[in-house]
C-alpha cells in the first residue's frame, strides 16, 4: 500500500508557472515508477509526464519543453514544474504510482498504474 498526496495546485495567469507536489508514503517500492496525469473539464483524463525508477523521463507532447517531472527520494516526493502555463493546461492534476510498467510502456498510459493521489486543481487564465 503506498499513499500519494498532491499539493502546489492554483490558480495562475498564462505565462506563469507552477510547481506540483507529490508526496509519498507506505511502501515505498510500490512507487519506484511515477507519473503526473491531468484530466481536463469534460475530458478523459491524460497522461503528462513520467518518471522511471531510473530517472528517465517521457512526456506528453502537449507539454515538452514547458514542464519538468522530477523525484527527490531523500524526501520522497515527485515533482511536476510547470512553466510557461496555457489556458489549455487547466485541469485536475494526478499523481501515480506502480511497483512495475507494463513491457514496452512509456509511463504515460493510466493502466499502469495502480496508485492514485486525490488530485489538485490548477486553472489557467488567458
Known amino acids: 500500500q503506498v499513499d500519494l498526496v498532491e499539493s502546489g495546485g492554483g490558480s495562475v495567469q498564462a505565462g506563469g508557472s507552477l510547481r506540483l507536489s507529490c508526496r509519498v508514503s507506505g511502501y515505498l517500492y510500490s512507487a519506484r515508477f511515477m507519473a503526473w496525469f491531468r484530466q481536463p473539464p469534460g475530458k478523459e483524463r491524460e497522461g503528462v509526464a513520467a518518471i522511471g525508477r531510473d530517472g528517465s523521463t517521457e512526456y506528453a507532447d502537449s507539454v515538452k519543453g514547458r514542464f519538468t517531472i522530477s523525484k527527490d527520494n531523500t524526501v520522497n516526493t515527485l515533482y511536476l514544474q510547470m512553466n510557461s502555463l496555457i489556458a489549455e493546461d487547466t485541469a485536475m492534476y494526478y499523481c501515480?504510482?506502480?511497483?512495475?510498467?507494463?513491457?514496452?510502456?512509456?509511463?504515460?498510459?493510466?493502466?499502469?498504474?495502480?496508485?492514485w493521489g486525490q488530485g489538485t486543481q490548477v486553472t489557467v487564465s488567458s
Open positions: 501515480a504510482a506502480t511497483p512495475a510498467r507494463l513491457l514496452g510502456s512509456n509511463g504515460l498510459g493510466e493502466n499502469d498504474y495502480g496508485y
